[in-house]
């Protein structure tokens, strides 16, 4: 009987480690290059990553341009988003009309950021086109990272800069 419960208990631990966890998305898999929009790559690897329990998506070193996205879920399980360069949003105020944020994670549970990156929102140009403190009704410049429903999650070690 010990050498049965030896056997099985192996077998579940090999078992258990050989799952999709863990698996690692780049969006460079998906064609993002730096300096380059990866609106559409990012867009794709967070979809593939998402329907897998304890993945990573991974936005290695440089300076990418990122227009407005949305990050949604709810996904297979936990997820990471790992930034280790800079995303740079559109200089141009008129790509945010409407909307109130530029990176939106929604609907996530289990959600971790991290990585060392910066979101970078360009703001000093829309800041001098902004009329907010002389105006009553205008149009309110969307935030960099905006938490839609998220829950049980982790933000460490990224910056956000210069939002709009």
Avoid: H
Avoid at 62 to 67: D, P, R, T
Avoid at 73 to 94: H, R, V
Avoid at 115 to 143: E, H, S, T
């Amino acid at each position: 009987m010990g050498k049965n419960f030896c056997i099985a208990t192996v077998s579940l631990l090999l078992l258990l480690t050989s799952t999709n966890a863990g698996q690692v998305f780049d969006v460079k898999s998906y064609g993002a290059q730096t300096n380059g929009d990866i609106t559409q790559a990012l867009t794709q690897a967070w979809k593939a990553a998402c329907a897998v329990a304890g993945s990573k998506v991974v936005i290695s070193t440089g300076i990418y341009k990122l227009g407005l996205v949305t990050l949604l879920g709810p996904c297979k399980g936990a997820i990471e988003f790992n930034l280790q360069g800079t995303l740079q949003a559109p200089s141009d105020i008129e790509s945010f009309k409407g909307k109130d944020g530029w990176v939106v994670f929604e609907s996530i549970d289990s959600l971790t950021v991290s990585g060392g990156g910066v979101f970078d929102g360009q703001g000093q140009m829309a800041w001098q086109k902004n009329n907010c403190a002389k105006k009553y009704n205008c149009d309110i410049l969307p935030i960099n990272i905006r938490y839609n429903f998220i829950t049980n999650s982790i933000v460490q070690d990224i910056t956000s800069k210069d939002s709009k």
